[in-house]
């Protein structure tokens, strides 16, 4: 059986595309679309990936107008905190440690 082997695409609307990307190139170091084939794509590392879908009622993403919610992995999570807090972006560190890692969450508006 042939399998997804992580995710290509991320495709989501917004009120304003050009900012959160921007937003996204700045505090979490996606980079933005290319404009042209010589640019370089913003390219993830291998790891798992959870691909669930939930209830439509589910509390689990906050704000019940919230459509999706995505999980990045990152190499250091406490370095990824300081930097987001450092910019003055509120982020939560979830105390627990869970068996696939630790996680921090932040809404965006």
Do not use: C
């Not at 979490?28 to 913003?42: A, F, I, N, R, S």
């Not at 990824?80 to 972006?89: H, T």
């Amino acid at each position: 059986m042939e399998t997804v082997s992580g995710i290509g695409g991320l495709f989501f609307r917004s009120k304003d595309p050009a900012g959160l990307a921007k937003w996204y190139a700045e505090h979490l170091g996606v980079l933005e679309v290319p404009t042209d084939y010589d640019q370089p794509v913003w390219t993830q590392g291998a790891g798992p990936t959870v691909f669930a879908p939930f209830p439509a009622d589910t509390d689990y993403f906050g704000d019940p107008g919230k459509q999706w919610m995505i999980n990045f992995r990152v190499n250091d999570l406490d370095a990824m905190v300081e930097q987001l807090r450092a910019a003055g972006i509120e982020v939560e560190v979830n105390p627990e440690v869970a068996p696939n890692g630790r996680f921090a969450q932040h809404l965006l508006i």
